[in-house]
């Protein structure tokens, strides 16, 4: 089960004109709600609206934000902050 290519389009074109936040609501709602292939295609096309939107990738976004979270959890754990320690001793040295 589809929508049709003229309301694809009509949906398309209206969610042009959401607001960025709200258009985060709505990708974030239909993430986690889309149960039939009509909501799988809206979430695409919110996303790729929001994709075009952002200066960077929106999903590049998310990709740096884990990575600087898992750095920060490997810093404050014991063998984590062992190391971060050498590498600024190291690094006063040259």
């Known amino acids: 089960m589809f929508l049709s290519s003229n309301e ?4 398309f074109n209206r969610s042009q ?3 960025t936040k709200k258009l985060h609501e709505l990708e974030y709602y239909w993430r986690y709600n ?3 292939s009509i909501h799988q295609q809206m979430y ?3 996303e790729i609206e929001l994709v075009r ?3 960077k990738f929106y999903k590049y976004q998310r990709f740096d934000i884990i990575n600087y979270l898992d750095r ?3 810093i404050s754990n014991p063998m984590g902050r062992l190391s971060a320690r050498i590498i600024g001793y190291i690094s006063q040295f040259v």
């Open 8 to 11: 694809l389009i009509s949906f």
């Open 17 to 19: 004109y959401f607001s």
């Open 34 to 36: 889309s149960t039939h």
């Open 44 to 46: 695409r096309m919110i």
């Open 53 to 55: 939107r952002g200066p």
């Open 72 to 74: 920060c959890w490997s």
